[in-house]
Nanobody
């Protein structure tokens, strides 16, 4: 059974930083392109960032460049999302996702999803 379990969400002040984690089980971690999406209230789910197992292929939403980074610990089957200079409009539920498509940026290309973790940025 494939499971992606996010953790690390919470309430943070604007300008702060946060690191989310996603523990992956039930599949061969190195074969999966792993990424993060987010969904704000009333908005569609949007792509944030994704990477392959060795970090040589990475995709990031243009307007988030410089504020988000992704990393993986293949020994722990865990992927991380580091966010800095957080703003109130970063408030959303953040989802970890896995795809068999290298370079995938569309949610329809992702086969595996976590349940999400809430990030709230206060002004």
């Amino acid at each position: 059974q494939v499971q992606l379990v996010e953790s690390g969400g919470g309430l943070v002040q604007a300008g702060g930083s946060l690191r989310l984690s996603c523990a992956v089980s039930g599949l061969t971690f190195k074969d999966i392109y792993t990424g993060w999406f987010r969904q704000a209230p009333g908005e569609e789910r949007e792509f944030v960032i994704a990477t392959n197992w060795n970090g040589l292929t990475e995709s990031v939403r243009e307007r988030l460049k410089g504020r988000v980074t992704i990393s993986r610990d293949n020994a722990k089957n865990t992927v991380y999302l580091q966010m800095t200079s957080l703003r109130p409009d970063d408030t959303a539920v953040y989802y970890c996702a896995g795809s068999t498509v290298l370079g995938a940026t569309q949610s329809s290309q992702y086969n595996f999803w976590g349940h999400g973790t809430q990030v709230t940025v206060s002004s």
